[in-house]
């Protein structure tokens, strides 16, 4: 620990506790000096922090006096109890489908790029592009042709921090009197962008998508064509067609990890197919969560509406830039062959666990490297027993959710042996 650090935790500890109160007055920093033998710049820069954080402040022809009163130390004590208690539970097998492989991403490299751009002091003092980095749109052009063969320019392209803000950005473009078709599976936080603009909504079975939407007249459709169906697996390539054969209807597509793919064929993305597909994508789960880029494909349509003067950047211009040189350097393309490589040796040896240990039926969720269990139990108890013997688990229409995404081998073995066991006892 430094010794400024040192100071500052002994003047802090003293003024909590109430050995020295509102008030009182402080050592001087020369007095400190001779007291704690260190140098003044030290004592200086304990002291300053010490202000900074509310402790203590100077006054003329006194000195440093104690500043915190006892209403303000509650107030302190109360905070740091609430985050306290508020800290996320940890857990000895972390099955929940919220992470991803942290060990394959090259977290030296990613650092290197940031550190390269937190040094560019021109790209440090000014703001970025409305619609995100050019070189970054340029980068990403090359990487859907590669991987999703679509055929677009970078003026066609908006950098976003993730699809919801970006789709609150298109919904601003769109016309108000447009139906909007939803497949009733699409996640809350779609529905909630296009309820929140006041569209009239639809909301179309999976099972006769196309069908309800030519019978319920819808403009606009938004479809997560990677997670389609209610076993949780990628639009066919039939409706894929149908779809986009249809005339005067709008496309919008959640193309979410359409590249990633390990257990079954790909795709071809809508956008491929069709110049009437306005096309979404992120990269919260092919990188990693908390590194926050989207992008949108506009078609030229909608290509003509857009005005990045009506809109501001959501998303770092540090991290475009970085990630637009990770991208040039091919370790994007290098990432996303690792991670096929991973996954589909994960998937396949937890799917070999779980028919040793527990026998039930499951479905493979590819999109979000997870299987979902079918199991007999009663699911607030099977959650308390998970709870209570450090096992999270995800829980959705009454299946069991286990993601491989993070797990090792050997933690995926010990988990799965104890959900057998929990599982017994229900």
Not at 148 to 161: A, K
Request: glycine share 4%; proline share 1%.
């Amino acid at each position: 620990m430094k010794k400024y650090q040192v100071i500052y935790d002994l003047y802090k500890e003293s003024i909590l506790s109430g050995i020295l109160k509102y008030g009182d007055r402080v050592d001087s920093i020369r007095e400190c000096v001779k007291k704690m033998n260190v140098s003044k710049t030290t004592v200086e820069n304990a002291y300053n922090k010490l202000v900074l954080d509310g402790f203590i402040s100077s006054q003329e022809k006194v000195g440093y006096v104690v500043s915190m009163n006892p209403e303000r130390i509650i107030l302190h004590q109360e905070i740091l109890d609430y985050s306290s208690s508020h800290k996320e539970k940890s857990y000895d097998y972390d099955f929940r489908i919220q992470s991803v492989s942290f060990d394959s991403f090259e977290t030296t490299i990613w650092k290197r790029y940031m550190k390269g751009v937190l040094n560019d002091k021109r790209l440090m003092s000014s703001y970025g592009l409305a619609q995100g980095e050019y070189g970054l749109r340029q980068a990403l052009c090359k990487y859907v042709y590669q991987n999703r063969n679509i055929l677009c320019f970078p003026e066609q392209m908006v950098i976003g921090s993730n699809y919801q803000s970006l789709l609150y950005i298109f919904c601003g473009m769109l016309d108000k009197s447009k139906v909007i078709g939803l497949s009733t599976l699409v996640d809350d936080q779609a529905k909630q962008v296009f309820l929140s603009y006041g569209f009239h909504v639809e909301y179309l079975n999976p099972d006769s998508f196309v069908k309800d939407i030519q019978r319920l007249n819808v403009d606009v459709v938004y479809v997560n064509t990677t997670c389609f169906t209610s076993n949780r697996q990628s639009m066919s390539e039939r409706i894929r067609e149908e779809l986009v054969s249809l005339e005067n209807v709008l496309i919008l597509e959640d193309d979410y990890n359409g590249e990633l793919v390990y257990a079954s064929k790909i795709k071809t993305s809508l956008c491929s197919k069709s110049k009437n597909v306005i096309y979404f994508s992120s990269f919260s789960r092919l990188l990693l969560p908390s590194l926050r880029i989207g992008y949108m494909i506009l078609n030229e349509e909608y290509m003509r509406k857009y005005s990045a003067s009506y809109f501001g950047p959501t998303t770092s211009k540090i991290e475009q830039v970085a990630f637009t040189q990770y991208i040039v350097d091919g370790y994007l393309q290098k990432h996303l062959r690792k991670l096929v490589r991973e996954y589909k040796e994960k998937h396949l040896y937890l799917k070999k666990l779980l028919d040793t240990y527990i026998g039930c039926s499951y479905i493979l969720d590819e999109t979000y490297m997870a299987y979902w269990l079918n199991l007999d139990v009663d699911i607030s108890r099977f959650r308390d027993l998970c709870e209570s013997n450090r096992v999270a688990i995800s829980i959705l229409n009454g299946r069991i959710g286990l993601s491989f995404a993070s797990m090792s081998k050997e933690l995926m073995l010990d988990g799965v042996i104890r959900l057998a066991e929990i599982w017994k006892e229900c």
